[in-house]
């Protein structure tokens, strides 16, 4: 079971993903969470240099979308924003929503990543499915009531994971 919780990569924010380092990996779509991962929670605006770094991701020709537990307006309104499919609603972790992501990316498990702040929903669900996955630091303290208390368990778990080392990714 703590196998299903431990991320392939641990990275401070998504800024420090290793896009070409992932393309030659193999990876071809990444499956990304909205909250605290893409901007913070309830916000939907984005920062500049979260936007760069999408507009970096389709310049290596990786595909992305985005998977996200909330509601639909927001959700569409950042994916239509950042030119990429939106799923809301997703009930992560369960499988539906990365098999629907998956489908809309043209993408297969052994080419996918998921990246998320959250270990029970993002790196769970991605790894329930034998993905690649990275889980980022939270981009903010405030969040749903409900993740909040997930917060707890999670520092158990991350509190002995190191940041990686990306250079041996």
């Not at 999408?54 to 020709?61: E, I, Y």
């Not at 992560?92 to 489908?103: G, N, W």
């Not at 969040?143 to 509190?159: N, Y």
């Amino acid at each position: 079971m703590l196998k299903l919780l431990q991320p392939d990569l641990y990275v401070r924010s998504l800024r420090d993903i290793p896009l070409a380092a992932l393309k030659a990996r193999g990876i071809r779509g990444l499956i990304i969470d909205l909250d605290n991962t893409v901007t913070e929670w309830g916000r939907a605006t984005l920062d500049r240099e979260v936007y760069q770094w999408f507009m970096d991701l389709k310049k290596q020709g990786l595909r992305a979308c985005l998977v996200s537990n909330n509601r639909d307006e927001r959700v569409k309104k950042i994916a239509s924003y950042l030119g990429i499919p939106g799923i809301s609603r997703a009930g992560k972790p369960r499988r539906r929503a990365f098999y629907q992501a998956m489908a809309v990316m043209e993408t297969a498990v052994g080419n996918t990543a998921v990246i998320g702040d959250q270990v029970f929903t993002d790196v769970l669900g991605g790894n329930r499915l034998g993905l690649f996955t990275i889980l980022v630091m939270p981009i903010n303290k405030r969040e749903f009531f409900g993740t909040r208390l997930m917060r707890q368990l999670e520092k158990l778990i991350t509190k002995h994971l190191v940041i990686s080392d990306l250079k041996d990714l």
